[in-house]
């Protein structure tokens, strides 16, 4: 007998407890099975015996305080690091639509009944190792490997529908068949589930994953009808015929995938949902069956679909960027000899400590395609790709950081910092053996070669404009108007100011262009060089970041205005010379 239970024997040796306290449920059922379980869970035939004998455990130093819900007839109790339960011999009842049961002292054969199954209803007392099987079909069920509610299935079902769930996740841990009339009182009582919560469901399809036959449990989820209680974003890709590339339709694919997949829960959430975008992506062009972006929908559902079921963040996050990234590999050719070093480096950033699992992934995808497109050799290439390039990076990323690009390129903005570490990743990428200060530099001459091009982009829109409002005969106030729009419209472009600033950019310049209207006309190029002047102290007051900018725009804007009224001075001195 398990050791604890010799202590817990010895201890209640000539006590009301003795004769009265049984083990029941998975333990009894794996020493039948010749299992080992440290599952211990304690039934005591008493009136709140449950708390009694933990209570008693606790004074005679045997276990720590107990923790007791005496409304359940409940305890708990943790003796040399285990935890044990231990309850009262109970019935219950529970009213129509709550799963809080009303609860009540009932005799051992009484609470017997009112368990799930005939495997879990065996009990052994505790003092001198007897089993006993008070449904009569406890052993023999085990021994058949049959899945049998202890009694009505109907009352079972109703009275914890969450039963219907460990019905199948004890038919593919155990490897065991669900008796006929149980199966008919699972499809009868399925729409029960909807009343459990999404945590419970959750915690019962979870060991369903983590089993031995995960995708036998997602079959038997679609037998009995639960599915659309689980996952029932799976029926639309139930059926859904595939390409030349499959030899099965996506949910039968989805299952061999699930199937080649090791028993670790972000990994089998990836592998059963990676292709349930294919549902909203499928596209037929001529007979040619697409599934164009399929990773990034399925990652988008999935994420839906974990939340839903109360995952935590980080499993959620884990199986989502597994599910977006499955697709990387697939041009990379039989040997991933397609595959450039950049792009490997790319990889090994992106995916981090999940590599491995990625691969896993798509070597599991690769294995369950057609035939002749499994690409049999890929993984085994690329896992030697990783190993070779790896010994070439000395670290996992970039040798800069925010504050060193804040530092050197003298950047305020949130938005161009996060620009320039890309850049400098991007940099990296290609060179993994560049230095700090090799990297900066490269950095400083980028932001003068953005400098250059957003110089000469707004000075060319302020020329062209000014001499189409002389050519037109626009009013200049007008003129100066629109053009300012479209200086504030390049600024947006190139990333110079948050919205906000640049919405106030434009009101400021607004105001400025109206104002030197009023000093200068009707002499333009006054107006213009007096109209420059107060949109750029507006402009300094209002948004400083991008004062040098709106100067050299308004330099632009000047020197076009100038050209223009010199042009026309000459055509008006030649003119009268005529």
Request: hydrophobic share 35%; charged share 35%; aromatic share 6%.
């Amino acid at each position: 007998m398990n050791k604890i239970l010799e202590l817990i024997a010895s201890a209640i040796r000539n006590t009301e407890f003795e004769g009265k306290t049984y083990v029941v449920g998975g333990y009894v059922r794996d020493l039948i099975m010749k299992k080992t379980s440290s599952d211990i869970d304690l039934v005591v035939e008493m009136d709140q015996g449950g708390g009694k004998l933990a209570e008693f455990l606790h004074t005679s130093g045997l276990s720590g305080k107990p923790v007791t819900f005496e409304r359940f007839g409940t305890s708990f109790v943790m003796i040399k690091g285990h935890k044990i339960e231990i309850v009262m011999t109970r019935k219950e009842s529970y009213p129509d639509k709550t799963r809080k049961p009303v609860v009540g002292t009932a005799s051992i054969q009484e609470d017997i009944f009112r368990r799930d199954f005939t495997i879990n209803s065996l009990i052994m007392n505790i003092s001198n190792g007897v089993i006993s099987d008070l449904t009569g079909l406890g052993t023999e069920d085990i021994r058949n490997r049959m899945i049998r509610s202890t009694s009505d299935p109907a009352i079972i079902f109703s009275e914890d529908p969450l039963r219907m769930l460990r019905a199948i996740r004890f038919a593919v841990q155990l490897d065991f068949k669900i008796e006929a009339d149980t199966a008919v009182g699972i499809i009868k009582n399925r729409d029960r589930l909807k009343d459990i919560s999404w945590e419970r469901r959750r915690d019962e399809f979870t060991a369903m994953l983590l089993s031995a036959e995960p995708d036998r449990a997602v079959k038997m989820l679609f037998e009995f009808g639960l599915m659309k209680y689980v996952i029932p974003e799976l029926l639309q890709i139930e059926g859904l015929e595939q390409n030349k590339y499959h030899d099965k339709n996506v949910l039968d694919h989805s299952l061999q995938v699930l199937r080649k997949s090791s028993p670790e829960l972000c990994l089998r959430l990836a592998a059963l949902l990676h292709d349930i975008g294919k549902a909203e992506s499928r596209s037929d062009d001529n007979g040619e069956i697409h599934f164009y972006g399929h990773e990034k929908t399925g990652a988008e559902s999935a994420a839906k679909i974990l939340r839903r079921l109360k995952y935590p963040k980080k499993t959620r996050d884990i199986a989502v960027l597994l599910i977006r990234n499955h697709m990387r590999l697939k041009q990379a050719g039989k040997s991933a000899e397609n595959l450039s070093d950049k792009a490997v480096y790319r990889l090994i950033r992106d995916l981090g400590d999940q590599l491995d699992h990625l691969l896993e992934l798509v070597d599991a995808d690769n294995q369950s395609h057609a035939p002749d497109y499994r690409m049999n050799g890929q993984i085994k290439s690329m896992k030697k790709r990783f190993i070779e390039l790896r010994k070439k990076i000395d670290r996992t990323k970039p040798p800069v950081n925010g504050n060193d690009i804040i530092e050197i390129l003298k950047i305020p903005s949130s938005r161009d910092i996060k620009y320039y570490l890309a850049k400098a990743e991007e940099l990296w990428l290609e060179n993994p053996k560049i230095t700090k200060d090799q990297l900066l530099q490269e950095l400083i001459i980028s932001k003068e070669e953005n400098m250059e091009k957003q110089e000469s982009k707004v000075t060319r829109t302020t020329r062209e404009g000014v001499k189409k409002a002389y050519d037109v005969g626009e009013d200049i106030v007008q003129a100066l108007s629109r053009i300012v729009k479209e200086i504030v419209k390049t600024a947006k472009t190139e990333d110079m100011s948050t919205k906000e600033k640049v919405h106030k950019l434009a009101q400021e310049a607004l105001e400025g262009a109206k104002e030197g209207a009023k000093a200068a006309q009707p002499d333009a190029e006054e107006f213009v060089k007096k109209a420059s002047h107060v949109i750029v102290d507006s402009i300094k007051k209002a948004a400083p970041k991008v004062a040098h900018f709106a100067q050299d725009a308004f330099v632009g804007l000047y020197e076009g205005a100038k050209d223009v009224y010199e042009s026309k001075k000459k055509d008006d001195e030649e003119e009268k010379k005529d």
